[in-house]
């Protein structure tokens, strides 16, 4: 048990600092971002904060998006998207529970439609949404997902490319009345040069676009992750915002204060992109 | 809070159930492979669980690997390395904590080196190991893991070759004296004409075999997993052993019994191809 206590301890530190954060930009963001390692790493202390938060953001009226990329293979993924988007049911027992209820869930797609479509499934029957992983932001993201697919003669494209035409397939049948579906796409904002072309091969997806600040994703370069309609694309920050009392910028400020300042000017960096698409 | 309770209630009987497991086949097995999933849809209470079946399977003297497909950029692969191959630390305190420490886990590539190699880098500061996801035992792993991947004129190989060459180069520094490394794949069982070219492409890596059982792979073509000195793979099988007392074979047996004489059957056809590789 050593040092148990010690995580405990750190979990109760996150809990009020994030529940800060939360209060700090309820007004201002549709939605929270909460990655699912930071609390992971902080054992069973710390996925109980994960679930405590989760039912802040909520009465806060914020949807909650977490990043968890799981992925497996039918069975199991019908596990996770039972504990992540839908519930838990026994035999004979009324009633039903729910482990982490989020608003949509990162997934990973290596394994291919059988992993992915029962998080899909609880998606469409529970009103939720996935993202799934189609161009990460990370440098690496190139290794695996730009390798060139030959298709035959004439036809090659890439992995992503590839990934992205499923997630267009998978969504056909959960368009809403703003003709977006509950299959949306990871796509990152260190790769602006892209967007335009995962715009085209996935016109009813969601985007979820992390990597803006810290991995070096320009805000000014957003554009056209967008539709034409200035919708489509959900800009996801989160070290260069919670922790942007560390900047220089904003130095002096309590951590609210500058976390709040920081999320107004993405805000601001938002919208302009937003008009900038529905211009273009 | 509707429905907590039953998920108490759950994991608790899912826990007696598993110690149970655990106790009748602690002997004739060298590790147990928990499946993440299936204790996070059963909420805090279920990782909880989780948690104390990692204890009670090291003091029985079992290994543990932890079927978690984990993945991400590096900061956060970072933190899920933390989580399950390392430890925590915090600024200023003395020790540190241990959220879920197993001995090895299993990892998705599609995010290529850099969200991998923290994995790896606790696994060998920390003496546990890791899993790549390879080719995994589902019927669509084809869609991704199977695409062929155009490298220029005649030359050409799978996305699974392209990260089975990947892991054999991750796994050159960490080489024990039985010749492998830290860094081992998962190869479903379901695709044994495939396992033979897998093993020349990676002779250093442990696979971790699944699929055998209920998801169709058959216990009589495990030869070619295994390398010529009759090592190199570990065999899981979970559903068909744990609910082995619901087959008609084992009808009329205690859940263990049932569980036991599996084991025993699954253990003897392992021991067959090992000696079956070694021969070859």
Redesign the interface.
Known sequence: M???P??E??AEAAEEFLTGVIDAVADIVPAVKP?A??Y?????S???VL?RLIRYAHERDLLVIL?A?????????E??A???LG??E?PG?A??????PVDALTI????????VLPFIERAEKFDRGVFV?VR??????????N????AGEED?WT?AD??AR?VDIWGETSVGRCGYSSVGAVLGATFPDEARRFRRLMQRAYFLVPGVGT?GGNVEQLASFFGSDGLGAIVASS?SLIYAYREPRWAGLPFQEATRSATQLLREGVERARAEAANA
């Open positions: 050593l040092g148990e010690l995580l301890a750190l990655q390692a930071c992971e790493r902080l054992g069973v710390g996925v109980a679930r990043d990329k799981r992925n497996d293979i039918q069975s199991t993924a596990a996770y039972d504990a992540y519930q838990v026994a027992a009633g039903a529970g729910e482990a982490w990973n797609p290596y394994l291919g439609s059988d992993g992983l990460t932001s990370n440098p690496s993201s190139v290794e695996l997902q390798l060139l697919v030959s090659s992995i590839g990934v499923k991995q070290r």
